[in-house]
Each structure stands twice: as C-alpha cells, then as structure tokens.
C-alpha cells in the first residue's frame, strides 16, 4: 500500500496551496487543459471524476480523493514542477519512485510518473550528493587479430530495397583481416539456416 511504504508524512498540500491563488489558477487551468476541459464539460461521462467546489478530484489507488492538477504555469513554473519540487524535498530528495507515491497521496495528473523522473534526473541536490548504484565497468578488451583471411568476419544487413531478380536486400560480409567484402543478395524473409547455406 501507498500508505505503509512511505510511513507518516505531513500533508503536502496545505505546503503546495499555502498561497490561495493557486486553487485560483487551477480552477481557471481546467478549461485550457487537453484532458480536464473534456472531464469538466461532462463529469457524467467520466465516472473516476468528480467535481467538487468547481475543483476536479479523482481517487487514487488508496481510494482517497486527490485534485486534479491541470497543466498551467504558476509564477513562471508549471504547477506539476511547483508540486514535485515540494514533494521532493519534504521527503529529503528520494528517488522517483518514493516522490510520486507521496505525490499520489494528495494529487493526480496524466504522466505524473514521467514527470517526476524527469524532475528526480535534474535535480541539482540529487545530482551532486548521491552516488550512482551501478556497477564499475571493466577494462575494454579488443578482439583477437586474425591469423588468416576469413577466419574473423563482421556481418550486416542493408535494406530493403526495390525488388531485383527476386532479392530485395544485401547481406554484407566483411572479412576482419583484409576488410574484403562480400555482398550477397538475399531477401527480407531469409531465414538464419539459409545464410548458414548461402555463406559456405
């Protein structure tokens, strides 16, 4: 549940809707926005919306009822980064994923997953202090050389092309060691045990 994986935190939104305006420019938001202006002409065609107060709600997975954010710009920023930038610090800049199940709590708008990854990858705190859980990658390590023609080769595949004598693409051969090359005209539903037949 959203609840028990992030434990007991404040209510975000009396910190985000602090300034009054901002329900203000919401209500005013729904007509311009692509999504919320259809809810708001009909909510009776729209059964996981309802209006409340002249302010959009849906419920999340929880059950709650969460507002419904527009996308508007606020002061010069959009809402949705206004939001994300409140929810991210209240939880000490944790990941993506733990900022919008707390967003979640209280708000709801389409793509808010993507938007608050994208929000999670440029944030300067985030950037500077946590390190990165990859692992270190190892030393480069080039192919032997070949010790013959045609021993080594590298293959690719180019096309389609217009039909010709019944092929419609190339299958290049490109010899490792002498860098000769071979085309070979095949077609697009070539299968791999009939190159194996066409190579030897």
Known sequence: MIRESLGQLPNLRPRVEGDRSILKDIKNGYPKD???????????????????????????????????????????????????????EVLGHFGPQKTVEYIRRHYWWPRIGHDVELYCKTCPICQMTKTSNQRVPGLLHSLPIPTRPWRSI?????????????HDYLWVVICRLTSMVHLVPIHTTTTASELVWLYI
Do not use: W
Request: with cysteine; charged share 20%; hydrophobic share 40%.
């Open 34 to 88: 692509p999504l919320l202006s259809k809810v708001l002409g009909n909510v009776a065609h729209h059964k996981s919306f309802e209006i409340i107060k002249d302010l959009i709600y849906t419920q999340n997975r929880a059950g709650d009822s969460v507002l419904c954010i527009p996308s508007i710009i606020q002061k010069k920023r959009r809402l949705t980064e206004v939001i994300i930038a409140q929810a991210h």
């Open 154 to 166: 590298a293959m690719d595949f180019v096309g389609p092309f217009p039909e010709s004598s019944g």
